[in-house]
């Protein structure tokens, strides 16, 4: 097993196979996770 980890381009797809991260649907691209994440983020601020 490769334990060498690379950055991910924002097109790529990402599958998460346990639990929710952000994310409803398990596969996603990097694009939009940065994007639920900058959101999050976002709304956190204005509390």
Known sequence: ???DFGMLNDDEVV???GGR???ANPTFKVIEFLDALAQLVS????Q
């Open 15 to 17: 599958f998460v196979r």
């Open 21 to 23: 991260v952000l994310m």
């Open 43 to 46: 709304e956190q601020e204005d």
């Open 1 to 3: 097993m490769d334990n």
